[in-house]
């Protein structure tokens, strides 16, 4: 069983910046893939962005370069830089991991607003 805590949520205006942590129970390099969904309000959970065990980066097409996600091996988490943030990007963030089977964090919010 993998367990996954997010961190990092918050309010932030329009153009400004996040940085989303997401710390495992297991060894973040021994796990296929991690990374992040979102779910705004109304709509289905999406993919953001998705890193895999020797470090290949998958993003979704509209947030490819204002988001980064990477790993912290000294932490132990997965990160998820969010710049250039927009009202459409405000959303539950979910960390999930894949070995074996599917892991999901609880969500931290993230509100873009002025």
């Known amino acids: 069983q993998v367990q996954l805590v997010e961190a990092g949520g918050g309010l932030v205006q329009p153009g400004g910046s996040l940085r989303l942590s997401c710390a495992a129970s297991e060894s973040i390099f021994s796990l296929n893939t991690m990374g992040w969904y979102r779910q705004a309000p109304g709509k289905q959970r999406e993919f953001v962005a998705r890193i895999d065990s020797d470090g290949t980066t998958n993003y979704a097409d509209s947030l490819k370069g204002p988001f980064t996600i990477s790993r912290d091996g000294a932490k132990n988490t997965v990160e998820l830089q969010m710049n250039s943030l927009k009202p459409d990007d405000t959303a539950i963030y979910y960390c999930?991991?894949?070995?074996?089977?599917?892991?999901w964090g609880q969500g931290t919010q993230v509100t873009v607003s002025s």
């Open positions: 999930w991991a894949y070995h074996f089977t599917t892991y």
